[in-house]
C-alpha cells in the first residue's frame, strides 16, 4: 500500500479529512529509516547530542534536559533488506535486532551520538553488547532497569544509574545535567503524556474517528521529537479528529498487547481493522505510554523522581517485572476501562518477555471470560491475508456468541 492510498483508505464519509496532512507528514517520519529529520534538527541545533535508543521505554526526558534529541530506533519495517544483520544473530530470535544492526552498518543510524539498551531482554542485552563493539566511537549505554519498586532500594539504584548515564552523554558532548532543566523536560514529557491520554481517549469513546492505525502513525511519528512538538501534533490531530464526518461501524472492541517492541507493519493494524476490529488499546510504542501518570516536575530531587516515576507509575506489561501485582489484572482492568469484547494477543515472532507472559495472560482472560485469540508477526511481515481471516472469524464470533472457546 502506498502512503497515498493509506491517506485516502481513512477519508471520511463527505468533505475532505481535517487530518489527511497531519497523517500523511506522520507517515513520511514513520518512513524515515535514513533520519532526515533528525539530521535537519541536528543542523538546526549544532553540537546538540542526538541519543537513540531500543522503541522500548527509555528515559527521554534525561536526554533533553542535556540538550539532546531522544531517537526511537524502531528497527527496519518492511522496506530494510538484512544482509549483515543476520550474521550477528541467531535464526531463531526476533527481528529487529538484525534490522538495527543493519541500519547501524549501513551508516543510516550515523546521525545518533549514542544509543541506550534498556535491559528488557537477552537479545536487547546482547545488542548492547555489540554495539559497544561495533561503534567503539558512539556512546552506547545498557540501561539497567530496576527490579525492586522500594525508593530506598530500587529508586536509588535507578536514579544512580541515571546520573551515570548522564555523567558519560556530558563526556560524549551532552550538556551537563542541571536539575531545572531536568524539571522542563519532565514537565515536557507530561505534556506529551497528556497529549496521548486524549488520542486514546478519543480512540475508546469515539474509534470511527481516530483509527487504531492512525493512533499508531501519530505516536511513532513522534520517535524522533522532542516531547513539546510531539504533544502539539498529537493536540492538533485530536480536535481536527473531532470535526471528521465520520460514522460508527458494527465492528468488535479489541485490547490488543504483546507489540510492544518490535513493531507490527501499520498495514497489519489495518487489515485487523478491514476485518472488523476497533483496537481500542493496544502497547504499540510502549515506551511513549509506559509511565502511567505524571512525572513529578516539581520534585527537590528531579532525577530521584524521574526514577520514582518508571518504580511506581510504569504499567504492568511483559518487559517490566511486577513485583506483587497479579498476573493479567492489568490487562482485565484495560479491557474493562476500554468496555473491549476481547484480546488479541500480538507478539513479535521469538519475542521472549510476550510469549512467556502471554500463556499466563490466557488462562487470566479465560478465568474472566474474555474471549481472546493470538498471532504472531515479525516487523517485515508483507501477508495479512492469514491473520486477517483469523481476525475476521473472531471478531464475527465475538459478535454472536460473545464468548469464544
Ligand atoms: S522483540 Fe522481544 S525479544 Fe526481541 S528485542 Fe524486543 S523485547 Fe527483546
Request: hydrophobic share 45%; charged share 25%; with cysteine.
Amino acid at each position: 500500500m502506498s502512503s497515498s492510498d493509506f491517506v485516502s483508505q481513512v477519508a471520511p464519509i463527505k468533505a475532505a479529512d481535517p487530518c489527511g496532512a497531519l497523517l500523511q507528514r506522520c507517515r513520511t517520519l514513520v518512513e524515515d529509516h535514513e533520519l532526515n529529520h533528525v539530521k535537519q534538527w541536528k543542523a538546526a541545533n549544532p553540537g546538540a547530542f542526538v541519543m537513540g535508543h531500543m522503541p522500548i521505554y527509555a528515559p527521554r526526558a534525561l536526554v533533553e534536559a542535556q540538550g539532546g534529541l531522544a531517537v526511537a530506533v524502531f528497527g527496519g519495517g518492511e522496506e530494510v533488506d538484512i544482509i549483515r544483520g543476520d550474521s550477528y544473530f541467531q535464526s531463531y530470535i526476533c527481528h529487529i535486532p538484525r534490522s538495527t544492526i543493519e541500519l547501524g552498518l549501513g551508516g543510516q543510524l550515523d546521525v545518533l551520538d549514542g544509543m541506550m539498551f534498556p535491559s528488557i531482554c537477552d537479545v536487547i542485552r546482547n545488542l548492547g553488547g555489540m554495539w559497544k563493539i561495533l561503534f567503539p566511537n558512539k556512546y552506547s549505554a545498557y540501561v539497567d532497569l530496576p527490579q525492586n519498586f522500594a525508593q530506598g532500594i530500587g529508586g536509588k539504584f535507578y536514579a544512580h544509574e541515571l546520573g551515570r548515564i548522564a555523567e558519560e552523554m556530558h563526556k560524549f558532548g551532552a550538556q551537563k545535567l542541571e536539575p531545572e532543566k531536568l524539571r522542563q523536560a519532565m514537565r515536557d514529557e507530561n505534556l506529551r503524556r497528556a497529549a496521548i491520554g486524549k488520542l486514546d481517549e478519543l480512540r475508546r469513546t469515539e474509534p470511527h474517528r481516530c483509527l487504531a492505525s492512525e493512533a499508531y502513525l501519530l505516536v511513532r511519528a513522534g520517535g524522533g521529537l522532542l516531547a513539546k512538538e510531539h504533544a502539539a501534533m498529537i493536540e492538533e490531530f485530536v480536535l481536527a479528529a473531532k470535526k471528521r464526518d465520520t460514522r460508527p461501524r458494527d465492528n468488535v472492541r479489541v485490547v490488543l498487547v504483546g507489540a510492544f517492541c518490535e513493531q507490527a507493519p501499520v498495514d497489519l493494524i489495518r487489515a485487523l481493522e478491514k476485518a472488523g476490529c476497533d483496537i481500542v488499546d493496544d502497547d504499540f510504542q510502549l515506551g511513549m505510554r509506559m509511565i502511567e501518570g505524571d512525572l513529578d516536575a516539581e520534585a527537590e530531587d528531579p532525577l530521584l523522581a524521574l526514577a520514582m516515576g518508571f518504580i511506581k507509575k510504569g504499567a504492568a506489561v511483559a518487559s517490566r517485572y511486577i513485583a506483587d501485582e497479579v498476573k493479567g489484572k492489568s490487562l482485565i482492568d484495560k479491557v474493562k476501562a476500554s468496555k473491549a469484547d476481547g484480546v488479541i494477543f500480538a507478539a513479535a515472532s521469538f519475542c521472549d518477555p510476550a510469549l512467556l507472559d502471554q500463556p499466563m495472560l490466557e488462562v487470566a482472560m479465560d478465568e474472566a471470560k474474555i474471549p481472546h485469540t493470538s498471532f504472531k508477526y515479525a516487523e517485515n511481515t508483507g501477508q495479512f491475508q492469514v491473520i486477517r481471516e483469523q481476525a475476521g472469524a473472531f471478531s464475527d464470533a465475538v459478535k454472536l456468541w460473545g464468548q469464544v472457546e
